[in-house]
């Protein structure tokens, strides 16, 4: 990204060392460390996310194209997207069925009591 060589680096170091002098400048380089540091988790958090988010899109995008074709003789690799999004959609259900499951029988006794 930025094409900074060795001699920019020992310029720089030159630089920060007259500035802050020789007690501060161990605390600012750990603290531009871990600001870059934390940039770069949030840079690969936000693109993990717009990842996610772009294979969702095509997933509708391709079940819309099925349910236009009326779910007989699509391409295999809608079909595939067909069955992901049913076991996605499966995998959500899941947690609440349980949750729903559990939360009769506790329904069901204090209605006795």
Same mark, same amino acid.
């Given at each position: 990204?930025?094409?900074?060589?060795?001699?920019?680096?020992?310029?720089?170091?030159?630089?920060?060392?007259?500035?802050?002098?020789?007690?501060?400048?161990?605390?600012?380089?750990?603290?531009?460390?871990?600001?870059?540091?934390?940039?770069?988790?949030?840079?690969?958090?936000?693109?993990?996310?717009?990842?996610?988010?772009?294979?969702?899109?095509?997933?509708?995008?391709?079940?819309?194209?099925?349910?236009?074709?009326?779910?007989?003789?699509?391409?295999?690799?809608?079909?595939? #997207?067909?069955?992901?999004?049913?076991?996605?959609?499966?995998?959500?259900?899941?947690?609440?069925? #349980?949750?729903?499951?559990?939360?009769?029988?506790?329904?069901?006794?204090?209605?006795?009591?």
């Amino acid at each position: 990204m930025f094409d900074i060589g060795f001699w920019e680096l020992v310029l720089i170091s030159v630089v920060g060392l007259v500035v802050l002098g020789p007690e501060r400048l161990p605390v600012a380089i750990r603290n531009v460390a871990r600001m870059v540091g934390t940039v770069r988790r949030m840079a690969g958090s936000v693109k993990d996310e717009l990842e996610q988010e772009l294979k969702i899109k095509e997933l509708q995008d391709n079940l819309k194209k099925a349910e236009n074709m009326g779910m007989q003789n699509i391409a295999p690799e809608l079909q595939k #997207s067909v069955d992901e999004l049913k076991q996605a959609a499966e995998d959500v259900k899941r947690p609440y069925q #349980s949750d729903a499951k559990s939360e009769n029988p506790q329904s069901q006794s204090t209605k006795e009591q």
